[in-house]
């Protein structure tokens, strides 16, 4: 059952920011573990006959093309069945969508939005889950897709090339209580429009799975 994440979550990842050294990671790894991992992975236990299985991404970041080699990530993020949700310093925060898209979904979602039965209704969700206070996150274009009308009803949403929508509740109380698996579960459910379009739309084949493999070597 889960009962909130540990009272050190926060800490933890305040330390952490301000010394992302193995150092630090080896002398406070215990509260990861209990305070933030094992809290997590309860999270999605608890979530999981609504939403699907759940997984924890792994706490150390991949520095092997990076500039940045800061050897931890200082947040903990997870999944369930599309759904996003990561804990850190910042409270927490939840997301729905698609975080990135290869090239074969990037023109099957311009396709889709492009089609005036199926982007109406995309615009309509997306418009939606503005008024609601979420906020719209993605790569996108800052001019227009080649080809494109320069006054096409929907261009805002054709630059994207990926489209996910996201909010966050800054650390409370409320953080180390079972009340946030509710929280949690309602938050998807109000997202879960925009989640369902894009699996319909957009989906991801096994050339989508192959080219994404490929971008990650």
């Known amino acids: 059952m889960f009962t909130g994440f540990g009272e050190a979550a926060v800490d933890f990842y305040e330390g952490l920011e301000a010394d992302n050294s193995k150092a630090y990671w080896q002398d406070n790894k215990h509260l990861y573990d209990d305070h933030v991992r094992a809290p997590m992975q309860a999270l999605l236990l608890t979530l999981e006959p609504e939403f699907g299985e759940g997984r924890i991404f ?15 990530k200082t947040q903990c993020g997870a999944t369930a069945g599309g759904h996003y949700v990561q804990v850190s310093a910042d409270g927490i925060m939840v997301a729905v969508g698609y975080y990135a898209m290869v090239p074969g979904q990037v023109a099957r979602y311009r396709a889709a939005v492009d089609d005036e039965r199926h982007g109406p209704v995309l615009a309509s969700i997306v418009s939606s889950l503005h008024d609601d206070g979420f906020t719209l996150g993605g790569d996108r274009l800052k001019t227009r897709p080649r080809g494109t009308d320069p006054d096409h009803p929907r261009l805002d949403l054709l630059r994207h090339r990926a489209l996910f929508a996201h909010t966050s ?25 925009l989640g369902e379009w894009l699996h319909e739309h957009v989906g991801v084949t096994l050339d989508d799975a192959a080219q994404g493999a490929r971008g990650r070597r």
Do not use: N
Not at 59 to 70: A, E, G, L, Q, T
């Open 58 to 72: 792994r706490p150390y970041r991949d520095v092997r093309f990076s500039k940045d080699k800061v050897p931890y």
């Open 169 to 193: 509740w800054e650390p409370s109380d409320e953080l180390h209580t079972p009340e946030l698996a509710d929280r949690v579960a309602r938050t998807w459910r109000r997202m879960d429009p």
